[in-house]
């Protein structure tokens, strides 16, 4: 697949090597305290935190990182990250990771720009922040799409409630295939059918128009079966 660009309205970096002209390009533009936010630690094994700090690093930022973002992020991880970008004065949020991270990320935008509750303020209120931290996000598994839209699932310990909230769009998302073939089986196949199920979702769901929507769901759901069928083959390229 050749490499492209799409912006709508997060701008969409896509290719191998991507990050290389993607990064630097984009940090020139941003603050100079940028928060690096990550998950368990697989992007130190897998050699993409020692690329995107030497980017960060050439472009002359401090670095702030917020890491052990965990799967279905929780209320109270939101809540550690908005009080360090407070307390550090972090002026940009960077996202390196899945689908988990980037969620947090959008809500502790929101979070560390208000005094208020975000939870109480949405589902209280009824009212959305409007002001968040800008962000951008490189991408390191296939799944969700989490970069390409402003929503976010987050578990409220609390209340035991776990619920979609509105926060920030990343303003940019690097997307490079090279980064996914790190990635175990296991948690390339949850991707593929994450993909499988969003597709599902939309060509099911009302209205029952033959609609533009369907015809793009149908072609995602072929492509994602034949690759899927083919990564279990052991094609990387497929991967």
Request: with cysteine; hydrophobic share 40%.
């Amino acid at each position: 697949m050749q490499n492209f660009t799409f912006s709508y309205p997060t701008k969409v970096y896509f290719g191998e090597g991507a990050l290389e002209g993607a990064l630097p390009e984009e940090l020139a533009r941003v603050g100079e305290t940028v928060m690096l936010a990550y998950g368990g630690g697989s992007i130190k094994k897998n050699g993409v935190y020692d690329a995107v700090m030497e980017k960060l690093k050439a472009a002359g930022k401090d670095v702030v990182e917020f890491s052990g973002i965990m799967p279905n992020p929780t209320y109270a991880k939101v809540q550690e990250g908005a009080k360090l970008a407070r307390e550090k004065g972090v002026d940009f949020i960077l996202s390196v990771g899945g689908g988990s991270v980037i969620d947090c990320c959008k809500i502790v935008s929101v979070q560390a720009k208000t005094d208020r509750d975000v939870w109480t303020m949405e589902f209280v209120d009824h009212e959305f922040p409007v002001e968040g931290i800008p962000m951008g996000a490189v991408v390191t598994i296939f799944g969700t799409g989490a970069e390409m839209n402003n929503g976010a699932v987050i578990t409220n310990e609390e209340t035991k409630q776990k619920n979609g909230m509105g926060g920030s769009f990343h303003g940019f998302a690097v997307l490079d295939p090279a980064y996914t073939l790190s990635a175990p089986m296991k948690q390339a196949l949850s991707g593929a059918f994450d993909m499988l199920s969003h597709s599902m979702e939309t060509y099911f769901g009302k209205p029952y128009d033959n609609n533009l929507s369907d015809r793009i769901a149908l072609a995602n759901m072929r492509c994602i079966i034949d690759n899927t069928r083919a990564m279990i083959a052991a094609n990387e390229v497929a991967k």
